[in-house]
């Protein structure tokens, strides 16, 4: 039997900070977060991963400070949404501190989804892709020249001077 070696967490680390460098510049970074966010509870679940503490987030939701819960994956640090316990377990570290930076990694993003989709097992939709895509620009307008009707339908009425 062919059977997949397990994924390790140095691997799936990796493949989660490759994730995460994606999806913060992602124009539709909503599947991304998904992925990572059930990665790192799976991992957590099964005590590969550890909780840190909590920290408040850079980015206020509706001008309203909020805390994110700080995980830690191999030599990687991620930020998830906490759960209602964590406040009661977990020391609130303050502020994030700019001057920490996860290790580099050369991953592509389509491998690191790979990996943390075989973990997770996940299976993705396929994308629907449309054949005759119209290219439509927010600048473009269609022109109307040349649009005469050929052959005229009505009559051409000639002019008498």
């Known amino acids: 039997m062919n059977q997949a070696k397990p994924t390790s967490?140095?691997?799936l680390a990796m493949a989660l900070y490759t994730i995460n460098r994606h999806a913060k510049t992602a124009p539709e970074?909503?599947?991304l977060y998904f992925i990572k966010k059930e990665t790192?509870?799976?991992?957590?679940?099964e005590n590969q991963a550890k909780k840190?503490?909590?920290h408040f987030s850079d980015h206020p939701?509706?001008?309203?400070?909020?805390?994110?819960?700080?995980?830690k994956v191999d030599n990687y640090y991620f930020h998830i949404p906490p759960e209602k316990n964590d406040f009661n377990q977990l020391e609130h570290l303050g502020t994030l501190d700019q001057s920490y930076r996860n290790p580099q990694t050369k991953m592509s993003l389509s491998q690191a989804k790979k990996v943390v989709y075989r973990?997770?097992?996940f299976t993705p939709k396929p994308e629907k892709k449309s054949k005759n895509?119209?290219?439509?620009?927010?600048?473009?307008?269609?022109s109307s020249l040349g649009k005469m009707e050929w052959p005229p339908t009505k009559p051409y009425r000639k002019f008498e001077t």
């Open 9 to 11: 967490v140095a691997e």
């Open 29 to 31: 970074p909503k599947h």
């Open 40 to 45: 790192i509870k799976k991992l957590l679940s």
């Open 52 to 54: 840190i503490g909590l």
């Open 61 to 71: 939701k509706f001008s309203n400070q909020h805390s994110t819960l700080l995980v």
């Open 119 to 121: 973990y997770i097992n």
């Open 133 to 142: 895509k119209k290219y439509t620009s927010s600048y473009y307008t269609p």
